[in-house]
């Protein structure tokens, strides 16, 4: 048996943050960020947590599969702002459903983590674990200058994942590549830790915000990101016409463009939710993959032939073939 998803599910926070509420607290308007970004509004956490958000996803996963929490083998959750250095949000998530005998783990590679955490995953299932969960979650508002219209205005929270089962009878994970550049790091960073012990005589250099060079970002995308894309329908001898949907990282309406004109895949096959909750990190791709599943576009049958596209910090990028 080969592995599938079989469910997804979302949890967003309450809280609507729109474009003009920004105005109020930035020098910005409606017209300046949607022309930039495509993003008209996002949600953000009044009182929830990473891990309350990755937990209302875990309920709805195994609710609607009518599972019970002990028969999933593994959780694993993809983010960039846990709650705790240790324990991890899947091992919080892991007790706070009862998930008694599944293995959790936290990985971070920012806005790529859900399609290496999807990998991760899948490798799980081909060796003999039986079923999953398999969830992007941030709370990206924690690490927002919010005086800094650069970044205050792309970020938005939430959680979204996967239930995924050994019940395909051939494979409906194609093929992936994986890929990751640490000499361009500083290009994205998040807040970072300060060593505050007696013995340490190095300089500290904290930062409180995330911080990101823009332009350096869209050109790895475009040059780096379309490559792979275009070298996975290669060696997987895909033509462009064969997909059906791309879901890729939701980081900018225009940087979406690009890919699209990039790769030769017609714009309207990449699916899109970012104008209404802005830069998720991790959680973006499965919030996109919910939004088309709930409305029918995608009926998880094992038909439609689609890319997973994720790329960020470290700086990471990954592709993914898939049968949805």
Known sequence: MYAKITQ??????????????????IPTNDEWI???TGIK??????????TDLCVGVALKLIQKRSFAAETLD?????????????PSVAS?????????NALAFDLNAACSGFVYALSMAEKLIRTGSKCGLVIGGETMSKLVDWQDRRTAVLFGDGAAGVLIENTATEPLFIKEILASDGTKSTALQAPSLANNS?????????????????????DFVTRNVSKTMLELLEVTQTDVEAIDWVIAHQANARLLSAMAK?????????LSNIANVGNTSSASIPLVLDDYVSNGTIPLDGTHLTLLTGFGGGLTWGSMLVRL
Not at 198 to 218: L, Q, V, W
Not at 262 to 270: A, D, S
């Open 74 to 86: 593994f959780i694993i959750v993809a983010t960039m702002t846990p709650d705790f250095q240790t």
């Open 92 to 100: 919080c998530v892991q007790g706070a459903i009862g998930a008694t």
């Open 198 to 218: 007696p013995f340490f005589k190095g300089a500290n250099s904290t930062r409180p915000f995330i911080e990101m060079d823009g332009r350096a970002i869209f």
């Open 262 to 270: 990039k790769t030769g895949i017609r714009q309207e096959k990449f």
């Open 41 to 50: 509004q996002r949600r953000v956490v009044t009182e929830q947590s990473t």
């Open 34 to 36: 949607t022309t930039r």
């Open 8 to 25: 997804t599910a979302q949890s967003l926070p309450a809280h609507y943050l729109s474009n003009d509420d920004l105005s109020k607290i």
